[in-house]
């Protein structure tokens, strides 16, 4: 019978396999996961997920009502802005018409004044002397008028003021308003035969109606 140790290889051998024996009885020897334990932590996390869920949805739902908000609040100043434009250039039309209207008072009584100057005659008779000085004086004044006259014409073109046309043209009630009549056989009837107050268009709406005399198809007696 064979008495003799085994050989140092054979005896560090089974040294190892002892070894790793020991780690695996060792692990399934240890402890097991509580289930319970990893159940309440699964519903823990459920939980914050749901919380963290609703607090997103609260704070989109806030961004979105605050979004609405403030889209409305757009709108409403958008109107607001395009009323108050509207208004402010009814305003600024209204006191244009206004000004203009004083201004074509004005060119009347300046166009008034130089007709009775173009008319003016002085008589021969009476102050002989100075008769010469006299004529020079209102020829003077004419002229001056005559500029003025012009130069206001010049100023109510650059408004866009323009006159309305008359004359020979054909009655029109929504430019003219006719305060006399007259009887001209070579007339169409309805034709204007005489202007007797300009009338005028600012930015080609009626801004002052034009007086006119109209003729008529039978005669008036």
Avoid at 25 to 35: A, H, I, K, T, W
Avoid at 130 to 138: A, F, Q
Avoid at 145 to 156: D, F, I, N
Avoid at 179 to 193: M, N, P, W
Wanted: hydrophobic share 35%.
């Amino acid at each position: 019978m064979n008495t003799d140790p085994p050989p140092e290889n054979d005896l560090l051998k089974e040294f190892e396999n002892y070894l790793k024996q020991s780690d695996l009885e060792s692990l399934s020897l240890g402890e097991q996961p509580d289930l319970s334990t990893v159940l309440a932590e699964i519903s823990g996390l459920k939980s914050e997920v749901k919380a963290e869920s609703r607090q997103f949805k609260k704070t989109l739902d806030s961004f979105d009502s605050t979004l609405t908000r403030l889209r409305d609040d757009n709108q409403i100043l958008s109107e607001q802005l395009a009323e108050s434009k509207q208004r402010l250039e009814t305003e600024q039309h209204e006191l244009m018409k206004t000004m203009l209207l004083e201004m074509l008072e004005l060119y009347d009584r300046l166009n008034a004044g130089l007709g009775m100057l173009k008319k003016y005659r002085p008589t021969r008779t009476l102050f002989k002397s100075s008769r010469k000085k006299d004529i020079r004086l209102i020829r003077r004044f004419r002229e001056g008028q005559e500029m003025t006259v012009r130069r206001l014409e010049q100023l109510l073109w650059q408004y866009k003021v323009k006159p309305v046309e008359c004359v020979g043209n054909a009655f029109d009630p929504k430019k003219m308003h006719a305060v006399a009549t007259a009887f001209d056989s070579d007339q169409e009837h309805g034709t204007v035969l005489e202007e007797l107050r300009k009338g005028f268009l600012f930015k080609d709406k009626v801004l002052r109606l034009a007086e006119v005399k109209v003729n008529k198809i039978t005669e008036i007696k």
